[in-house]
């Protein structure tokens, strides 16, 4: 009998322990899919941020392509 019951506190130890366990784990996943949320935001932001520096890119190179013709064209009127 004394054996049983050994055993069985043994049992409820290691399933506190257990317990304990899967807890921690809980928070950890919680903590780490918060920073996956903080990640994914500032990966959207990024690209939005790319797509507006290459629109304003594309936009410089049209610019730069009509005062380049400008150029040529004050070149062959002087």
Partial sequence: MD??????????????KNEDYITYLEKEITTRDDEIDILRI???????????????AQSNDKNISALELQLEEMALSW
Avoid: M, S
């Fill in 42 to 56: 500032q990966v959207n932001d990024l690209k939005i941020r790319l797509w507006k520096a290459e629109a304003g």
């Fill in 3 to 16: 054996n049983l019951v050994a055993t069985i506190k043994k049992l409820r130890i290691q399933i506190q």
